[in-house]
């Protein structure tokens, strides 16, 4: 049974920092480009930011410069690191693994939530 479990999601000010852990089993992990998506209330799920085996990263430009992706292949896991958090960062956070070649394999976390507000 494949699980992606998120973890480090909370509240925090404008300006703060949070990191976000996901935890993969059921998986090779090393055989997935893993990730992050968002979704805020009323809008539609967006990338954040993916990890290849190989650690190649992309990044959505809205958090360019601000979060970091990052991943572990001995502990299966991925991180989110997010600092200078904005408002407009609020939403739900997902962990997602997708087979880096059978791309119709993929698997989501069930998010975490992430407020930022003063």
């Known amino acids: 049974q494949v699980q992606l479990v998120e973890s480090g999601g909370g509240l925090v000010q404008p300006g703060e920092s949070l990191r976000l852990s996901c935890a993969a089993s059921g998986i090779t992990f090393s055989f997935y480009t893993v990730g992050w998506y968002r979704q805020a209330p009323g809008k539609q799920r967006e990338l954040v930011a993916t990890?290849?085996?190989?650690?190649?990263?992309t990044y959505a430009d809205s958090v360019k410069g601000r979060f970091t992706i990052s991943r572990d292949n001995g502990k299966n896991t991925v991180y989110l690191e997010m600092n200078s958090l904005k408002p407009e960062d609020t939403a739900v956070y997902y962990c997602?693994?997708?087979?880096?070649?059978?791309?119709?394999?993929?698997?989501w976390g069930q998010g975490t939530q992430v407020t930022v507000s003063s």
């Open positions: 990890i290849t085996r190989g650690e190649a990263t």
């Open positions: 997602n693994a997708r087979h880096r070649i059978v791309t119709s394999t993929e698997y």
